[in-house]
């Protein structure tokens, strides 16, 4: 099937946008940390709720039997149905059902044993039938809790925990996508038209763009463990909009503004700092923040304006006509005659595997590990898998693997401009690596050596690697001191002036003892040998 041609014309008048792009000023685009804002008229507080759009994990579309697969030449994932054909009926995929019910539950949700679906009617060129099925007025399941902690490295000293209620969780399909190219056309592509989605709808429990970071990274960790959702954010797999206001402590809650489908997790920190900032300079100018809809453009770092919301737009809900009541089996329930049909509550509840919070109590208690390394952990599967093999083998050190894999394993590849999922480096490498070092046959130094000939593709083992390159410790400390007793004497200027109080000199003797044995030495004997020998 080929791209289907729009005139121009028609899809930006219902597009309504307004490309009118803001310069803004270094104050603007501020940063901000504090859940109070300070600023010349006072203190403000901002409130943030989230809508999260997660793409459902399933071979086919929620309500016909075409493929989901992402990539396909545009409309070539389109069914009748998808197309809005006359006469085409939907039917309900049951393996959907099954992934948000599941993922309700692990959000502990309230189940509704009946839901119903609606429809929303709204004009779109990439909307054939020109209505969404979705379940406005009765979802599958509603009344949830997200906890989560909230820690930024560079930001929070500390981690704190955090929780958003949850107003619903419903079932809905996805529009198709609109392409507009150079020379005044708009073609439309199908190939999403029909994807099945869970719409999470929070509660304005949230105070920064920070929070909402978490919350988003946390549900992804979530999702990613029940397997129902990719949380691909580059793909458009899961999709955030942000409700964003401002007012004075004590006051009404201020005119919010919507910030819609924000593409990745640091972009929704960005983008909900950037408007809180951008509605406090507002009212401190004595204007009025508009009730309007925006976009986040991730190049010039800030918000811009799509549409207002000042008329709210009637999108005339109506059931489903084409779909019955949905009816799961509730354990406790009344069990219906078609039971052996229905998606069975409790057998999904038994699916649920471990969840985020449970590994990192796990890793503080099996471990000792901080609550910082265990947050770090659990956010990158990739370290956290590393971790759990690497401690596999009795008499590791877990602070020492924690170590090499938050700090070293990660500057290397940052030093090499490798992202964590492109690095192939086993396991079992950097188990052999914490090996050497923790029986002190290398230091921290030739550790981050092997580090990084490992990282950029050297495919020797690395305890060959610290062969051939003589990289191996010296420890003995006859050896150690002769050393040290040579660079003293090679500076003996330095040594006059540490001895007549400049102490700080002393790190400059451990780096010309470092460096005369390039770096192979034990630092720990170094330092107390240098001690020693200074004092005389």
Known sequence: MHSIHIPRIQVSFFRNVKFSFERVSKREKTSLSDKQIKSKTGHWQSVVGLEIHAQISSRSKLFSGASTNFGSPVNC???????????TLPVLNRSCVEAAVLTALALSCKINAVSLFDRKHYFYADLPAGYQITQQRAPIAEDGKLQFQVYTPSIHKKPYLKSSRIKQLQLE???????HDSIEKSLVD??????????????????????????????????????????KMEEGALRVDANVSVHQPSEPLGTRTEIKNIGSIRGVANAIQFEIQRQINILNKGGVVINETRSWDPVYKQT?????KEEKQDYRYMPEPNLPPLRLLIEGQLIPKDAKNLVNVTELQNRIPELPEETRRKLIKQYGLSSESAIQLVNEDQLLQHFIEIMKLEGRDAQMIVNILLIHLLTTLNKNKLSLEKCSVTSATLGEIVDLLQEGRINLLIAKKVLNEVVIGNSKSPSLIVEERKWIQITDEDEITKICADVLKNNQKMVEQYRNGKTKLFDAFVGLVAKHTDQRANMEVVVKKLKMLLQK
């Open 77 to 87: 994932n389109v069914s009748f149905f998808d197309a809005a054909t006359p006469g």
């Open 173 to 179: 399909q996805d529009s198709g996508k609109s392409l």
């Open 190 to 231: 199908l190939n999403r038209a029909g994807v099945p989605l869970m719409e999470l709808v929070f509660e304005p429990d949230l105070e920064d763009g920070e929070e909402a970071a978490a919350l988003v990274k946390e549900l992804c960790l979530i999702l990613l463990r029940l397997n129902t959702c990719s949380c």
């Open 304 to 308: 811009l304006p799509m549409r207002d």
